[in-house]
């Protein structure tokens, strides 16, 4: 397995992915709940199909953990409370907030996880850009969210409320994670504390900055 910078990189990644998979097993979980609840069968079916390709996700990642010799577990445990933590603080009311949950917290991790990408080793970058390339995903949430909100002054402006909470609880998680583990800044190739600060300052600002960007796409106040 090597020593050294090679294996403590290699422990990175493992942690990273562990991250990745909790975070796909969640969305799954969350989107196979929502679907019960969709107002149309249309909706349900819609919402359906991104249950199963956010469970396709986490076998991708699973079977990468495997491949590296890591129990896929015990990758994901150390994570479990970050996300858990988010979707405990972040209950929606109705159907319409957890089609906004949706929409918010998976452009977020997407943002997350491809900026991140560009540090790991071309066979990880590859499964990265796979998992959290723009597969319409989005688009389809995007959409189903304008319809909603098109002539409803009430509901959009719960859910501009709505979407503020979202992110900035999903930008607390993110940040008690890098805090806790220290992962991302060794993938950000950052070595000292002030380097890796900088380096994760930037990134939450551009996360950010991509959410205020889709809630104006809804017409909404970020």
């Known amino acids: 397995m090597g020593s050294g910078p090679e294996q403590e990189h290699r422990q990175f990644v493992i942690d990273f ?45 699973s079977a990468e953990l ?22 405990e603080r972040t209950r929606p ?20 996880y491809r900026a991140v990408a560009v540090s790991l080793d071309p066979p990880s970058r590859a499964l990265v850009s796979r998992i959290k390339a723009d597969t319409g995903q989005a688009e389809v949430l995007r959409v189903r969210l304008a319809q909603a909100l098109s002539g409803d002054a009430r509901l959009a402006s719960r859910l501009a409320l709505w979407g503020r909470r979202l992110v900035g609880e999903a930008l ?16 950000l190739r950052r070595t000292d504390p002030a380097s890796r600060k900088a380096a994760t300052d930037a990134l939450f600002a551009r996360l950010t900055g991509n959410h205020s960007r889709r809630m104006n796409d809804l017409g909404l106040t970020a």
């Open 172 to 187: 607390t998680q993110a940040q008690r994670v890098t805090f806790e583990h220290q992962f991302l800044g060794a993938l």
């Open 66 to 87: 495997a491949d590296l010799g890591a129990d896929v577990e015990a990758a994901m445990e150390p994570f479990q409370a970050f996300v858990d933590a988010f979707h």
């Open 17 to 61: 992915y562990g991250a990745m998979a909790y975070g796909e097993l969640s969305a799954f979980e969350r989107f196979s709940a929502d679907a019960r609840f969709s107002p149309t069968l249309h909706d349900r079916i819609t919402i359906g199909k991104l249950a199963a390709e956010e469970f396709a996700h986490f076998e991708l990642v």
């Open 93 to 112: 009311a109705d159907w319409y907030e957890a089609l906004m949950k949706a929409y918010v917290s998976d452009a977020v991790s997407g943002d997350f």
